[in-house]
Structure formats: structure tokens, C-alpha cells
């Protein structure tokens, strides 16, 4: 082992000479330079910046329990709400699967689109004073919250579940706050949900998510203090729903920073005490993939770990399978126990914000909390939230950050595992009983993979499995890493490699093969019929070949051109 590094300068010297072997600093690139080399910029537009130090250690974010309610909004460690979410029409389905999960780890449920005439036999069997009931009925939130309160128990918790503002996200309708009133004045038990996630599926970034969410928790505050409920009885009403993703950082700093802003808003109603902020972080809609879905599971891990280490309220995982449609016992209960080991095995619940102190973490908990309320402020200078949903304003912003994201997707700068790297296409998917439709008529919703997947499912519906001629050029030592790379990239897009005659062809071997045999490879094969050469490697402009393969390449263009070659049909 070296000596250990001394300083700051130290590390940038080393880390400049790393650059310079890698060619991505030249010998007149000075030291200062390293952290500009190294740093990346997220979709919200916020500096990452490669190594982190007490200079860099955000204002004190005060003690777990306490005002600005950064480090959570208790002052004592206990393990969060594990909540299970249930689509499925059915309510003797749906009966059946709530109580095997409140059986077995769940702690609360969050019943989605579940029939208001449907819950009494739903839940059935439930005892609702012991678990928290969470509605998600979309224009159907008046009749379900009727028929919840007046279900047998007198001590019922959790949320009815409205979200007027979400609902005209997801579905273009005129947004009606008044049904917050109405709900208030006849539930013990809070009425409102801001359901930040479909800003999340459309594509959105995390200062959006955050900055959304908080415009429409301050109309909805409006709304009932406009009721005549105090500002802190109408802080008590509202609950909080976040996505949380596999990039735990993010996720951690998202949920910390969204305590620090609804703070804020709290200190502006004068109720500062009051400013605890309940949150429900749920597993990433937009990570899950339909192709290889195993890969799912540790999605999920990871966003779980972050929600929990974040210091979210309730936890929802979402089933490995839910791209396929509605989940199974197995995927459920999967679900349930990556919760239940994080809790009771790992002991990530027995720490207060874990991460506090990180340099890295307060430092973007910091800024995210900045950028969100920049979100904020420009939504209120709009109008408020239904004006900006209304005038397209969100819809714009998000359209923008989700086409950043589509092309770092499609040049594999953000990689899906199972999907645009190392895909599988032996796989065999489990197949569900189809999910019912989601909302629409709104901002769209997205999944990461969905452009790739694309094809891998046009390919197979192929009459024949669609392929390339490999052309390996030299001993198998120099050419097996970039043939390796060619097949992954085109297995991405369900095409196959092959010794087979193929109206595309891909040449790979070494740079030195390359300067003596690529030009010769390439017209030989035209002169075969092949239509179009690809070459692993960077562009050098060899006579013939029509196109390079190379790290960083836009992998979706290859191939959306390649089935196009082949005759696939889209």
C-alpha cells in the first residue's frame, strides 16, 4: 500500500495523474482542475462533486425531533410503517392478500382504486384500530372516504387518501380542493395526500418532485384554513408520498430535504413545532423493468435501505413483478421481508438519521432543499399549482429533464442492468394476471427502460430471431473484449451475434488489426451483400465501414438502425 493521503492537495495531484494515464487530463492540466475534471451534474442541475470535505458541511441541520426537522420528526429511533399497496379488483383477492400481509410484517395498507362499494368485504377481517388504512380513489375519493368512516371501529387511523391536485397531474382534470373541506369536516382522521410520484413517473427530477410537492401542500393548506381549520390542525392533515430510488444518496438527501422545506412553510404559518412533515417514501415506479425483473428486487433493496436511512415515515416496496401486472403471494411477500430485514436484521431502524454528518449527504440535502424551493417559488409566482398544471408549465419542465434523461439512457451513460447492459435473452419472465389500467389523460408516465425494452419485444416477435455476422479479426486475445462488448450492446436490442450470413456485420479485433485488415474486411463483406458494417471501436474512418461501436455511443440509434437493416418491424 501507498502512503496515505496528507491533504486536499495531495489528492488532486494523484487523482490529476490518474486523468493523465487515462487521457482525460493532458500534462498542462493543472491540480486545480482534478474536481472540475471528476464532477457531474445531476438532472436538477446540482454539482456532485468527486470528494467531500468539513468545507464543504452545510448549515447544522439542528437534532433529530427538533425544529427545522431535517434529521426527522421524531426524537426517538423506531422502525418505520411498513405499508403494502393493493390494486387488485377483486375484494375476496384483495381480502385474502390483506390479511396474509398484516399477518406476516405489514403494518398498515394503502388500498389503490379498491371499489368504495368494494372495502367492506376488502377489509373484511381487518382490525382497523390496530392497522392504518391508507385510500387511493382517484374522482372516486369522496364515495370511498364515506365508506371507510363508516366501517365498524371507532378508533380508525391513516389517510382517506385526497389529492385533488395529483389526480389532475395524472388525468388532465380540473382539479375540485373543496372535497378537503368537505372530508374535514366529517373525518377524525387526516384527509389529504399529496402524492408527489407523479411527477417522479413522468420523468421529473428531484428538486421538481420536491418543489411539486410542496406548491401543492401549501394550496392544499390554503384550502383548509380557508375552512376555518387553524394552520396547525390543517398541517396535521396532509401526508407526504415521495419515490425512492436505487440512487440511495439522492434519496436519502431528498427525504431530509423535504422535512427542511415543509419547515419552512410551517415557520411562515407560525406553528413551527408543527412543522414535522409525514412522509411515505414508495419504491420508483420509473426504475422497475418488465425485461429481466429479478433485477428488480435489488432496486428495491436499495430504495428501501434509502427510505429507511432517509427517515421516512412508511415504506413501500414495490413487488419485483409489478411491470408484469398484479403481483403474486411470492412477490408480495418478498416485498414484505426486504423491509422486515432491513428492520429487524440489518438495524437500520435503530439509528436516528444515519447518515447525518456526512459531508456529502448535508451538502445535498443543502442543495436539493434550495433547488426545490427555487421549484416552489417559481410555481407560486405562476399561480399556484393548479395554474401551472393547468398552463403546462410542470408538464414543460419535466418534458425537458425527462429528454436529458432519454439520451443519457439511450448512450448507456445511466445503465438499466438486465435491459441496455448484460441483458439476458434466454430469459424466462413470470407471467401475471394483467394490473388494471393506470390514470391517464395527464402528464405521461414513464419507465427508464421502456425504449429498449421496445425492442427486445419486437425482436422477438420476429418470424426469425434477428442477427449479426460477427467478424473477428486475430487470435481470440485481442479481439474477445470488444466482441464481448458488441454482443451486449446488440443483445440490448434482442439481437443476436453470429457466425451466420447477415445483412449487417460487425468487424471487431485490435487497433493494430484494424490498421492492417478493417478496410479489407469491410469491402469484402459489401462485396458479399452486407449492407452495413459496424466496427468496435472509435471512429477512424476506415473505407467501408459505416458505422463504430464505441464506450459512450448512442446505443439506442445502433440499434432501432440495426432492426431496421434486419427487417424488423417495429
Not at 372530508?183 to 417522479?200: F, G, M, R
Not at 479481439?479 to 446488440?490: C, E, P, Q
Amino acid at each position: 500500500m501507498g502512503a496515505p493521503v496528507q491533504d486536499l492537495e495531495q489528492w488532486r495531484r494523484l487523482a490529476l495523474g490518474v486523468l493523465r494515464k487515462s487521457g482525460l487530463a493532458g500534462e498542462d492540466t493543472p491540480p486545480e482542475a482534478v474536481v472540475d475534471l471528476l464532477s457531474t451534474e445531476t438532472y436538477d442541475g446540482l454539482r456532485i462533486a468527486p470528494l467531500y470535505t468539513a468545507e464543504d458541511l452545510a448549515p447544522p441541520p439542528g437534532q433529530p425531533g427538533q425544529v427545522p426537522f431535517v434529521r426527522g420528526g421524531s426524537g426517538a429511533a423506531r422502525p418505520w410503517d411498513v405499508r403494502q399497496r393493493h390494486a387488485d379488483p377483486d375484494p375476496k383477492v384483495t381480502r385474502a392478500a390483506v390479511l396474509d400481509d398484516l399477518e406476516n410484517g405489514a403494518t398498515s395498507l394503502w388500498l389503490a382504486g379498491i371499489a368504495p362499494g368494494d372495502l367492506a368485504e376488502a377489509l373484511d377481517g381487518v382490525y382497523l384500530d390496530l392497522a392504518s388504512v391508507v385510500l387511493d380513489n382517484g374522482a372516486d375519493t369522496v364515495e370511498a372516504a364515506r365508506a371507510f368512516l363508516a366501517l365498524p371501529g371507532e378508533d380508525k387511523s391513516g389517510n382517506l387518501g385526497a389529492d385533488p391536485l395529483g389526480w389532475s397531474a395524472r388525468t388532465g382534470a380540473d382539479a375540485d380542493l373543496s372535497v378537503l373541506a368537505a372530508l374535514s369536516k366529517i373525518s377524525p382522521v387526516p384527509v389529504a395526500t399529496v402524492d408527489a410520484t407523479v411527477y417522479h413517473d413522468a420523468g421529473g427530477g428531484d428538486a421538481e418532485e420536491l418543489g411539486y410537492a410542496t406548491a401543492t401542500g401549501v394550496a392544499y393548506l390554503r384550502e383548509l384554513v380557508a375552512a376555518g381549520l387553524s394552520a396547525g390542525m390543517a398541517l396535521k392533515q396532509l401526508e407526504f408520498r415521495f419515490a425512492a430510488t436505487a440512487d440511495q444518496f439522492t434519496t436519502i438527501a431528498k427525504l431530509r430535504a423535504a422535512r427542511r422545506i415543509w419547515s419552512r412553510v410551517a415557520q411562515v404559518c407560525d406553528v413551527p413545532h408543527l412543522g414535522a412533515q409525514r412522509q411515505h417514501a414508495v419504491t420508483g415506479e420509473a426504475m422497475m423493468t418488465a425485461r429481466d425483473p429479478w433485477g428488480n428486487l435489488l432496486r428495491t433493496t436499495v430504495a428501501c435501505f434509502a427510505a429507511g436511512v432517509g427517515g421516512a415515515d412508511a415504506v413501500t416496496v414495490q413487488p419485483f413483478d409489478a411491470r408484469l401486472g398484479l403481483p403474486d403471494g411470492f412477490s408480495r411477500r418478498i416485498a414484505r421481508n426486504t423491509q422486515s430485514l432491513l428492520i429487524e436484521e440489518s438495524g437500520v431502524a435503530r439509528v436516528l438519521d444515519p447518515a447525518g454528518g456526512s459531508w456529502y449527504v448535508e451538502s445535498l440535502t443543502d442543495a436539493l432543499a434550495h433547488a426545490a424551493w427555487d421549484v416552489f417559488t417559481e410555481v407560486e409566482r405562476a399561480g399556484g399549482m393548479a395554474a401551472a398544471l393547468r398552463g403546462g408549465m410542470v408538464a414543460d419542465r419535466i418534458e425537458a429533464t425527462r429528454q436529458r434523461r432519454a439520451e443519457d439512457i439511450a448512450h448507456r451513460r445511466q445503465p438499466i442492468t438486465g435491459v441496455s447492459e448484460f441483458p439476458d435473452l434466454a430469459e424466462r419472465r413470470p407471467v401475471r394476471a394483467p394490473a388494471p389500467p393506470p390514470p391517464s389523460g395527464g402528464l405521461p408516465r414513464i419507465w427508464y427502460s421502456e425504449s429498449f425494452e421496445r425492442l427486445r419485444d419486437a425482436a422477438d416477435a420476429a418470424a426469425a430471431p434477428p442477427s449479426v455476422r460477427l467478424v473477428a479479426l486475430g487470435s481470440p486475445a485481442a479481439h474477445s473484449a470488444r466482441v464481448s462488448f458488441a454482443g451486449n450492446l446488440f443483445a440490448a436490442g434482442g439481437v443476436r451475434l453470429t457466425d451466420d450470413p447477415s445483412p449487417v456485420a460487425c468487424i471487431c479485433g485490435s487497433d493494430r488489426s484494424y490498421a492492417e485488415e478493417a478496410a479489407e474486411t469491410a469491402r469484402r463483406l459489401k462485396a458479399e451483400g452486407v449492407r452495413q458494417v459496424w466496427l468496435a471501436g472509435k471512429p477512424a474512418g476506415y473505407d467501408g465501414v459505416d458505422a463504430y461501436l464505441y464506450t459512450g455511443c448512442d446505443a439506442l440509434a445502433v440499434l432501432q438502425q440495426t432492426h431496421r437493416d434486419l427487417g424488423v418491424a417495429p
